[in-house]
Each structure stands twice: as C-alpha cells, then as structure tokens.
C-alpha cells in the first residue's frame, strides 16, 4: 500500500507541474487563480504561482528519491494542507474561482477539491515509511503498485473534468424569453 501510495503522489504532482507549465497561457490561468485562491495582489501572484509549481517539483522528485522520501512526504502534506485550506476559504467566502490545479479544468473550486486534498493527504499518511506494506517489493510488486498508483492519479487529476460533468446545469430557457 506504502508503494501505491507514493506512486499516488509522484504522479499527481508531477501532472499538476506538467498541466500548470506546459505553456504561457496554462501558467497565466493558474497565476490568476492564485491571486483570487490566496488573496494577494495581481504584481505577487505570478512569483507565488511559480513558487507553487517549484514547489509541485521538488516534492515529486523528492518522492521518488528514497533517501529523501521523508521529505517528500513532509512537503507533500504541508502542500496539500495549503491548497485544501485556499479552497475551503474560497468555498466560504463564495468566491467564484476556476480550479487550475492540473493546468486545464475551467471548472468553479468546490467540494470535489477538498475531497481530492482528503484522499491525498490520506495516501501521504498510507506513505510513511514503517507501516505495514512498507517493505521491500519485488519488481512484480513495485510495477503493481505503480500501475496501481497511476489508476488512482489518473482518476484524481481527471476528477475536475468528471465533476463537472456530473454538476447539474441550469435548465435552458424556451423560445429565448428570459
């Protein structure tokens, strides 16, 4: 479980470093939600988003580094406390601010978020070395884990598109009268 879990989390930050920066108008949608998410002026939220993706990928390295896994798993929660905070604080507040967590969903923070930041807060908790299932594993046992992890990251970093998807949509109108 320790191995599914860390693959969990390699996989997510690294997609969410991918999504964010994969080009000038990814990174430009993710600054302007860090300027509404974490309430700071427009001139400070682009070194703050940069500061968020660096951070995405040092953490991701960090975990997938074995001697420094502890660390990864220290920022990783430190990182996902951040984010669930900004969202709940948003969810609050009734500011409308699109998710740009992984780069593309244009879909509004809601629910769907914190429960994403729950389960992978969970899985840093599942990560920490001296659990049960932390052992060594084959390399049949790591490349289970790993597809394992990569299902479980596929549904989280998709979970924005499927929400909003399954969000209810106001009901159209008739014949164009309001």
Do not use: H
């Amino acid at each position: 479980m320790s191995a599914t879990c860390q693959a969990l989390l390699v996989l997510v930050f690294g997609a969410a470093v991918v999504g964010k920066a994969r080009n000038a108008a990814s990174f430009t949608a993710f600054t302007d939600a860090v300027a509404v998410l974490g309430r700071v002026p427009a001139g400070r939220a682009g070194a703050l988003a940069a500061a968020i993706v660096g951070s995405e990928a040092v953490t991701s390295l960090l975990l997938v580094t074995p001697r420094f896994r502890g660390a990864g798993l220290l920022a990783a929660a430190g990182l996902l406390s951040a984010f669930t905070y900004a969202v709940a604080r948003a969810l609050r507040s009734g500011s409308p601010v699109s998710c740009r967590c992984f780069g593309a969903s244009a879909g509004p923070v809601g629910p769907p978020q914190l429960l994403r930041n729950a389960v992978l807060l969970v899985a840093v908790a599942m990560a920490l070395p001296g659990l049960p299932g932390s052992g060594q594993l084959s390399w049949q046992g790591q490349f289970a884990a790993w597809l394992s992890g990569a299902t479980a990251a596929l549904l989280l970093v998709v979970g924005d598109e499927l929400a909003s998807l399954l969000r209810p949509r106001p009901a159209a109108r008739e014949n164009g009268s309001p």
